[in-house]
């Protein structure tokens, strides 16, 4: 757990919520970048399903964090998450739009839309746990 100072100067612990949305996300670019050097041939899903699987479990394990995580700016994540999240997810449909539009289908589809909404969720995550962090939780 890290160190997080609070307005009065004292020490708060708070769990390494970042540090693993950040993982997920990382597991998805990697599933994509392995997808990607298929192109255009057909790459294997199990590798990729099992890493997007594994970022699947880092974002469940984000959110038993969060109904544990007591003392936190709940309002000021809220806020953050819902703007952040509006942005993400609009840019994951512009992706997912793309690749309708060339056609991709089936299985590879599938894992792709799921390495999206993992994109769409965890980097607005990341971004409103690093600012609600430093608020007041009152």
Do not use: C, N
């Not at 974002?59 to 998450?81: E, H, Q």
């Not at 909404?117 to 600012?131: K, R």
């Amino acid at each position: 757990m890290s160190q997080t100072p609070t307005p009065a100067g004292v020490e708060r612990r708070l769990p390494p919520v970042a540090w693993l949305t950040t993982l997920a996300l990382s597991t998805v670019i990697v599933g994509g970048i392995v997808m990607s050097a298929y192109a255009p041939r057909r790459a294997p899903l199990a590798p990729v399903g099992a890493l997007l699987a594994l970022a699947v479990v880092l974002l469940i394990g984000v959110v038993v964090i969060f109904t544990r995580l007591r003392d936190f700016a709940w309002s000021t994540f809220g806020r953050v998450f819902k703007w952040a999240l509006l942005a993400y997810v609009i840019e994951a449909a512009v992706i997912e739009f793309a690749f309708v539009h060339d056609h991709t289908s089936g299985a590879t589809l599938a894992v792709l839309s799921g390495m999206l909404v993992v994109f769409a969720v965890s980097v607005p995550t990341t971004i409103a746990f690093t600012v609600a962090r430093y608020a007041d939780p009152s």
